[in-house]
């Protein structure tokens, strides 16, 4: 983790999509404590010749060739178009291997772990695998609902039902490609996390999503070791339930950008990219009572607002109960309701700020409730509560303040930096000088619960 100089806190700037980087106005009265940045040195500039590196030289000494075979079949699971993981590329590396090994295209099924996301289109699915690849072999993205697509495998010790995609839970052989990023509930992304609950039944995600809660704070897990970790011990456990599995995981940086790219054994892969990560992005210490206001920026999101609050939420502890919290949400339009129906968003936005009040207050209320209920909404309701519970909320982000208005709930959204500057004063006592600190690339950045 990187922290900018004192020099330079004064013209500080987010990345900004494809644009160019947006500038903050922070008042300059103003005292900007830090602004920490992700590690992002060493990027790699050859990544078809490191994933070939990874694959000859794999974690647990788990080679394609040695588990794949003629007439065997290949389930290959990707993480979603949310993430930006480079599945285009790798496909026709790992499909080569495959070959090699005397795998037909006709055995090889292709599947992407949505989780609670929009379900991927056949165009999006082209996107996300390519031509070539989407012509030569059955892709799949899932009904979450429909038992009859599932396989029943059991129920773990931790009482969590292994329900799982039928091509996937069938095949001889799973192979994972995705990524490790900072995850409130898993303590990092990635590895047979795209299984569970990435291609599996409705129920089994809300299980595993209940084993992540955390105890009283969501983000307690948050940059969590795998092994202290209920959720991870779960998705292990409902993990051992299948046959083979490898992984390629990749350690990303912005999108286009590979820090680091292993393959082999789910488990050890895993728990070397995630070390890798916590190296990297975790904030430097810094007393949390000392800061008034947290800024983060959702880059390298690419604009689903669900995944930019959670952004949000992985920085939050950053600051001092009853501060303020500041996102900078670079939205694509696009994106807006890949995780949340806009019908949903303009429903809660239409509440005003009567509605705001009601749904701070009532949120302990109903988290009570759901946890009670075990309903598949209790770990969203648990994130809501936890991010405005005792913390104003403002969010710059024009495309969503035009979809939806400036208030969504109890949180403000602007279109206009200065106002959205003079609402943080105005939610702190009066001081001198508010101090803040700045995340601008607050997707990979995070700061546990201490």
């Keep these: 983790m990187a922290t900018t100089s004192a020099e330079s806190r004064r013209s500080i700037s987010l990345p900004w999509g494809d644009g160019p980087p947006l ?16 590690d992002l040195a060493g990027a790699i500039d050859d990544y078809p010749s490191a994933l070939a ?13 040695d588990l794949a075979r003629p007439g065997s079949t290949v389930a290959i699971v990707v993480d979603d178009p949310s993430r930006w993981t480079p599945v285009r590329e790798a496909l026709p590396i790992l499909l080569g291997r495959l070959r090699d090994a005397g795998v037909a295209s006709s055995d090889v099924t292709i ?50 039902p292994v329900r799982v995609f039928r091509p996937v839970a069938s095949a001889d052989l799973r192979i994972m490609v995705g990524s490790v990023l900072p995850h409130l509930q898993a303590g990092f992304g990635g590895g047979y996390k795209l299984i569970f609950p990435g291609r599996r039944h409705r129920s089994t995600l809300a299980a595993l999503h209940r084993k992540g809660l955390g105890g009283d704070h969501a983000g307690r897990l948050l940059g969590s ?4 970790n209920p959720m991870r011990r779960a998705i292990r456990s409902a993990a051992a339930r299948l046959g083979p599995c490898l992984s390629i995981s990749h350690l990303l940086g912005p999108p286009g950008t590979v820090l680091h790219v292993a393959a082999g054994h789910p488990d050890p892969v895993q728990d070397r990219l995630a070390a890798e990560a916590r190296r990297r992005f975790r904030a430097p210490e810094m007393d949390p009572s000392t800061v008034d206001v947290v800024v983060a920026g959702n880059d390298p999101w690419p604009g689903d607002p669900m995944m930019s609050f959670k952004v949000l939420l992985q920085n939050r502890a950053a600051g001092r109960p009853g501060g303020v919290l ?6 694509d339009p696009g994106e807006i309701d890949r995780s949340v129906p806009m019908s949903t968003l303009r429903g809660i936005a239409a509440t005003g700020m009567a509605g705001g009040w009601a749904i701070r207050r009532g949120l302990a209320v109903v988290d009570r409730v759901v946890s009670t209920l075990h309903t598949p909404s209790e770990f969203l309701i648990r994130w809501a509560r936890e ?9 710059y982000a024009p495309p969503l303040h ?23 004063e105005a939610a702190l006592p009066r001081t001198a000088a508010p101090r803040c600190r700045v995340f601008p690339q607050g997707g990979l950045t995070y700061c546990p619960v201490p």
Excluded at 121 to 129: G, I, K, N, P, T
């Design 387 to 395: 991010l405005v519970v005792d913390r104003t909320v403002l969010v």
């Design 53 to 65: 590196r990874a694959l000859d030289e794999p974690e647990g000494g788990m080679r394609i060739d």
């Design 23 to 38: 500038p903050l106005a922070i008042p300059e009265h103003w005292d900007v404590a830090d602004v920490a940045r992700p």
């Design 225 to 228: 070791d795998a092994t202290g």
């Design 402 to 424: 035009d979809k939806i208005g400036p208030h969504l709930g109890p949180i403000r959204v602007f279109d206009d930096q200065s106002r959205l500057w003079e609402a943080a």
């Design 326 to 331: 500041v996102g900078f949400f670079r939205t």
């Design 111 to 160: 599947s992407v772990g949505v989780g609670r996301h929009h379900a991927v289109d056949a165009d999006s699915m082209r996107l996300r695998v390519g031509d070539a690849v989407a012509d030569a072999h059955r892709c799949f993205s899932p009904p979450v609902d429909d038992l009859t697509d599932y396989d029943d495998l059991g129920t773990t010790p931790e009482g969590v």
